[in-house]
């Protein structure tokens, strides 16, 4: 894939950019590896400081950054707009948390003796260079979840981001330097994917985190392996959305429109699967199909528009297909938003419901990454129980139950990372973010993400 800006909504190429040549990546490397030595040292008075001006930086910028985001991969203008503010929410998070989430643990007087020792303690000490391989989707927010933890802990970073988002890699780059952080901080790679592995086999890469396919992150995680660096992998996911009878089912709808079409429906944690109880399925899908087949398709820079188009034409191609698949095989549409006509060649996907769906359909079992969702009816707790882990995928969940006993049922027995009651999946600073099973491991944001690319030393003082 050529490094350059598509517009989604015509499919005109505005931008392109040449790959860096190995001397400049090997420039960004050495840079990198020099920039640690003293960064690390820097305490975290002097990071905070740093990383509010990147924060206020971002809030000045937020409309041009915001429609950067929507030309390059086609998210509602909106959206984009509020994506950029929660960037800079987490970054004055971290700025703020990080000499608590990382202060000196130590052990009981009791304990300490039994070691041994006179004194004991545990120290968070950055790694070093932090690769992070990161997709289109949320172009900033992905990447700032991963910096804004990453330099407050004293590592160093290197972007590789998706080839059809280069501006907004290059922006992340000018937003760290322009607040002042050092030269080699934070950098961009423009690289094709074929060469990542290189990078990550440098000797000066210490670890590496990657958001994006199975397939990317099987690739990054296997290089890994072999050299034996720490990685981070946040993949796809299928993630159910059960509506159970104790429910507001009203709400429930609602938000299942939000969940299943926020980005355009390319979100990792939106909601694809919807698991409803029998006894609500038919009030359910009647309120449901009728605010999906109500919403407002179109060019992504008005204001009105609540879907724009998918981010590449693969996407959307690979969208259909799975739709083909499914109705093939005897999947009914309930319903399906329109597409006004005059939108040029944007690659524009309907909002669709489809029910009847079959284990032998893809859509089953495979993400679907766009503005379409499989309904599903359920005959009682075990069979929604059962439905929502049927998947390959454990990211996080939905579940509309006011019934304690079912919330616990789902806490204790759901594979997924995270679990959401009366509400949709979201990732916040305060929150680990990150799942089990193909979805990926290790965990991103709150404690245990900065901790994540740290060494955890222990200190043992006879």
């Not at 598509?6 to 020099?34: H, I, W």
């Not at 905070?48 to 915001?66: F, G, K, S």
């Not at 970073?157 to 322009?178: C, I, M, W």
Request: negative net charge; proline residues 5%; charged residues 20%.
């Amino acid at each position: 894939m050529a490094i350059a800006t598509v517009n989604p909504a015509t499919g005109q190429t505005l931008r392109t950019f040449e790959p860096y040549s190995e001397a400049a990546v090997e420039q960004r490397l050495a840079r990198a590896e020099q920039t640690f030595a003293q960064y690390r040292l820097t305490d975290f008075g002097r990071r905070a400081q740093l990383m509010h001006r990147a924060a206020e930086l971002l809030d000045a910028d937020q409309e041009t950054i915001a429609r950067l985001m929507t030309t390059e991969m086609g998210k509602p203008l909106t959206a984009a707009r509020a994506e950029a503010a929660k960037c800079a929410k987490a970054m004055r998070w971290y700025a703020d948390r990080a000499p608590a989430l990382l202060a000196d643990e130590h052990p009981s007087a009791e304990d300490v003796a039994d070691a041994g020792a006179s004194r004991a303690l545990v120290r968070y000490r950055p790694l070093g260079v932090v690769l992070a391989v990161m997709p289109w989707n949320f172009p900033l927010w992905q990447v700032v979840r991963f910096a804004a933890p990453a330099l407050m802990a004293g590592n160093v970073g290197l972007l590789k981001h998706a080839s059809n988002v280069p501006q907004t890699a290059l922006y992340l780059e000018d937003l760290f330097r322009g607040a002042g952080f050092p030269d080699g901080c934070f950098q961009t790679l423009l690289i094709e994917s074929s060469r990542v592995e290189a990078v990550l086999r440098d000797r000066r890469v210490a670890a590496a985190t990657l958001t994006g396919s199975e397939g990317a992150g099987r690739s990054v995680a296997s290089v890994a392996g072999d050299e034996v660096k720490k990685t981070v992998l946040e993949l796809g996911g299928s993630d159910p959305f059960v509506v159970l009878p104790s429910a507001d089912v009203a709400a429930a709808a609602r938000t299942a429109v939000t969940a299943r079409v926020q980005n355009n429906g390319q979100s990792c944690i939106a909601a694809k699967r919807f698991i409803v109880h029998q006894q609500v399925y038919g009030e359910f899908l009647e309120a449901f199909t009728a605010r999906m087949r109500a919403l407002r398709v179109g060019d992504p820079l008005r204001e009105e528009t609540e879907v724009g188009p998918l981010a590449t034409a693969q996407g959307r191609e690979e969208l259909a297909e799975l739709v083909a698949d499914a109705l093939a095989l005897g999947a009914t549409v309930e319903c399906e938003a329109e597409v006004p006509e005059g939108l040029g060649a944007g690659w524009y996907h309907p909002p669709t419901v489809l029910s009847g769906i079959t284990p032998q359909m893809r859509i089953h079992h495979e993400e679907a990454f766009g503005p379409v969702a499989t309904l599903y009816r359920a005959e009682d707790l075990d069979h929604a129980v059962a439905l929502a882990n049927d998947t390959p995928f454990g990211l996080s969940s939905n579940v509309w139950t006011t019934d304690p006993e079912e919330q616990d049922r789902f806490i204790r027995d759901v594979q997924a990372g995270g679990v959401f009651f009366n509400g949709m999946t979201a990732s916040h600073p305060a929150l680990p973010f990150g799942g089990v099973r193909r979805s990926g491991y290790g965990r991103e944001l709150s404690g245990h993400g900065i901790r994540e690319f740290c060494n955890v030393t222990t200190v043992w003082i006879s």
